[in-house]
C-alpha cells in the first residue's frame, strides 16, 4: 500500500491563502473520515493540526482548516504566516488496519 | 501533562540489536494505542506499527512486517521498537506517537521527542 499523493511543494506570500492536497484511494482515504494532518518542523516532534477530515484540536489557529472530496483531502492555511513554513503531512487510517502518511509538502513562505 | 520521552541516540554496526524505548506519562498508558513512526534522512514520516498496551495487540504497515519488533511493558508504561538485526538502511529519526482516544483509527495527538539511531560501519 503506498504513501498517499501530495504535492512536494506549495509557496504563497504572507497573508496569502494556500491549499494542500491529498490523494488516496478508496482503501484509505476515500473510505474513512479518519483524515489527519501533521506540521513537522525538522528535528522536531509532529503536531497535530487537523484530525477526522476537517476537526481542529485545541489550541490550533482556525486559520487552519480541512476538507474532503472523495478519495482526495485538502489542507487550507490561511492568511499565511511565517512561522506556517514547514513540511506538511496528511495521514488516513486505512483497511489494513493502520495508518498511512502522504509524502509530505514543503510549505514556503515568499 | 501528557509526556511521550524516548530513549537517547543510538550509534551501532550493521548486524547488531537494538532496542529503543517511548515511555508514557501523564495518562493511563494501557487505554491508549501508541505509534512508532520512522523519518529517514530526508525523507518523510512513515507510519511503521502501532500497539494497544493494554493487551499487546500489534498492527504492522506491510512494508514493516517482520521487519521490527513492537511491544510494551505495561507495568513501566513503556513501549519498545526492537531489531535483532540492523542494516545502514535503518538510519533514521524514529517517533513514537499516542493515539488519542484510544482507539486504533485516532490521530497521533501526543508525540515523542524522538531518537536517532544511526547504522553503520
Known amino acids: 500500500q503506498s504513501a498517499l499523493t501530495q504535492p512536494a511543494s506549495v509557496s504563497g506570500s504572507p497573508g496569502q491563502s494556500i491549499t494542500i492536497s491529498c490523494t488516496g484511494t478508496s482503501s484509505d482515504v476515500g473510505g474513512y473520515n479518519y483524515v489527519s494532518w501533521y506540521q513537522h518542523h525538522p528535528g522536531k516532534a509532529p503536531k497535530l493540526m487537523i484530525y477526522d477530515v476537517s476537526n481542529r484540536p485545541s489550541g490550533v489557529s482556525n486559520r487552519f482548516s480541512g476538507s474532503k472530496s472523495g478519495n482526495t483531502a485538502s489542507l487550507t492555511i490561511s492568511g499565511l504566516q511565517a512561522d506556517d513554513e514547514a513540511d506538511y503531512y496528511c495521514s488516513s487510517y486505512t483497511t489494513t488496519t493502520t495508518h498511512v502518511f502522504g509524502g509530505g509538502t514543503k510549505v514556503t513562505v515568499l | 501533562e501528557v509526556q511521550l520521552v524516548q530513549s537517547g541516540a543510538e550509534v551501532k554496526k550493521p548486524g547488531e540489536s537494538l532496542r529503543i524505548s517511548c515511555q508514557g506519562s501523564g495518562y493511563t498508558f494501557t487505554n491508549y494505542w501508541i505509534g512508532w513512526v520512522r523519518q529517514m534522512p530526508g525523507k518523510g514520516l512513515e507510519w511503521m506499527g502501532i500497539i494497544y498496551p493494554g493487551d499487546s495487540d500489534t498492527r504492522f504497515r506491510p512494508s514493516f512486517q517482520g521487519q521490527v519488533i513492537i511491544s510494551a511493558d505495561k507495568s513501566i508504561s513503556t513501549a519498545y521498537l526492537q531489531w535483532s538485526s540492523l542494516e545502514a538502511s535503518d538510519t533514521a529519526t524514529y517517533y513514537c506517537?499516542?493515539?488519542?482516544?484510544?482507539?486504533?483509527?485516532?490521530?497521533?495527538?501526543?508525540w515523542g521527542q524522538g531518537t536517532q539511531v544511526t547504522v553503520s560501519s
Open positions: 506517537a499516542r493515539l488519542a482516544y484510544g482507539s486504533a483509527t485516532r490521530p497521533g495527538d501526543y
